[in-house]
């Protein structure tokens, strides 16, 4: 599996973004040499030309993970504000997050899923009290039940049971994918300034 870095100059001034900039060529050419492939997946400009406040990137090849581990944390790009003639401060930070990408899709197969008869009460007249026609569907891998007796044929009750069961499988399936999004925006606001895991300097 190709690990993903989301590199985010968080809420920081303008050099922060110039500073990310520059962190990423340096990181793609340490990648080049390392035979690590790295693509740019998204990327949100800054306010100056080229630079960015944040940047998505998978990295591939066989020392992936490792070149990966020492790039992630707090990054400092160490030199003088191209912008602010005389300002006293050099350290700008940078935080390079890992972060999954791609949200989880359950496979659903009607194999997976165990559908057991059974009787309910309700309104609905004696056919339905003394019938096993209700449908209790349970999807294997992942727990997931659902019960129907809105019908009084069993095929009928069956069939609505497994769309149910899609359904409620694809819906948390999306609601897996707003968490990861949601990670990716509080990544902005988790930099730590100070103490950084690496730094690069012109």
């Given at each position: ?105 359950t496979p659903f197969t009607e194999a997976d899923v165990d559908v057991l008869a059974i009787r309910t009460g309700g309104p609905g007249g ?77």
């Amino acid at each position: 599996m190709s690990p993903h870095l989301l590199l985010s100059a968080g809420r920081g001034p303008q050099e922060c973004a110039w500073a990310l900039a520059r962190l990423l060529r340096r990181l793609e050419a340490d990648a080049t040499r390392n035979d690590v492939d790295v693509v740019r997946l998204d990327t949100v400009a800054g306010d100056r030309p080229g630079t960015y406040r944040s940047v998505l990137i998978r990295l591939t090849g066989a020392g992936a993970e490792a070149f990966t581990a020492g790039w992630t944390g707090t990054l400092c790009w160490q030199a003088p504000s191209p912008y602010r003639a005389g300002h006293g401060r050099k350290n700008w930070y940078v935080a390079a997050r890992r972060c999954e990408i791609d949200a989880p899709v359950t496979p659903f197969t009607e194999a997976d899923v165990d559908v057991l008869a059974i009787r309910t009460g309700g309104p609905g007249g004696q056919h339905r009290n003394k019938a096993s026609t209700a449908v209790r569907a349970t999807h294997r891998p992942t727990g997931t039940v659902v019960v129907v007796d809105t019908e009084r044929q069993f095929t009928l009750n069956r069939s609505i049971a497994l769309r149910l069961l899609r359904q409620r499988l694809a819906a948390g399936d999306a609601a897996a994918g707003r968490a990861l999004m949601a990670t990716r925006r509080r990544a902005h606001d988790e930099l730590i300034r100070g103490d950084p895991a690496r730094i690069e300097h012109p």
